[in-house]
């Protein structure tokens, strides 16, 4: 765990895919609570207990902001939102997958890897769980001391990065990750490619100081300049 900024958490491990799946952040703000995703099945015990451990009461968790519908980042998600009573937020395109309404897309390239996924993916699968507030892009809600949508399709069709304004902070889901540099999100699992590239550009046109993944370390510091260095360098 890692205070990212004042009142932001990184729950995950330094190893987000053997830890909890995805990373999963908590943002402390206003007297509340929010998660932003919910890492494998299996999870919420341990992400309730990390809560726990850094001082708060977890049932003050009041909303979960969900980046996309993969197994990795809503896995816990109906079992969190069962135990804390909380508001599920998401974008509307991706619902239908978070809702159980539509079978969770699998990789999508090449077609010998989704064959071989496809019974490791059903396990993978994750307990449907209603979205409270389906977003959609550029919206404005005061969750989390206020945040934007910005819908960036590509990884997923509801793929979503999350603004924190107060902190000039930036959840960037899975469409750009990071290990040492940034650097694009699993392209086997990414519905879109030409779209997911847009998407880039979009983030890379906006001003922010911190960048939170959903895999890999936060930037900390001039993260939209190297956002913006990093969209420089890809072919539309
Ligand atoms: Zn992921
Ligand atoms: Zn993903």
Redesign the pocket.
């Known amino acids: 765990m890692m205070e990212v900024v004042p009142g932001v958490y990184k729950l995950s491990g330094p190893w987000d895919q053997a830890d909890l799946g ?1 990373n999963v952040y908590l943002v402390a703000e206003g007297g509340e609570l929010t998660l932003i995703d919910s890492g494998y099945a299996g999870k919420a015990v341990r992400i309730l207990k990390r809560v726990h451990n850094l001082g708060f009461t977890a049932h003050r968790i009041t909303h979960i902001i969900v980046t996309h519908n ?1 197994p ?2 809503v896995g816990s998600l109906a079992a969190l939102k069962k135990m804390t009573g909380a508001k599920v937020i998401a974008h509307q395109a991706d619902a239908p997958y978070i809702e159980g309404r539509l079978p969770q897309p699998g990789p999508f390239r090449p077609a010998l890897y989704k064959a071989l996924w496809h019974p490791l993916l059903k396990l993978l699968q994750a307990e449907p769980a209603t979205v409270d507030i389906a977003v959609s892009d550029n919206e404005e809600l005061p969750v989390a001391g206020g945040i934007r949508v910005i819908h960036t399709p590509g990884h997923t069709p509801g793929s979503i990065c999350i603004y924190l304004k107060q902190k000039r902070l930036m959840f960037t889901g ?1 469409l750009i990750a990071r290990r040492l540099d940034i650097k694009l999100p699993s392209l086997a699992f990414t519905a879109d490619i030409p779209q997911l590239l847009k998407s880039i550009h979009k983030l890379a046109g906006i001003e922010f100081d911190v960048a939170c993944f ?2 890999g370390w936060p930037l900390k510091h001039d993260a939209s300049r190297k956002v913006k260095e990093f969209a420089g360098k890809l072919r539309n």
């Open positions: 995805a993969h990795d980042h899975d959903g895999h």
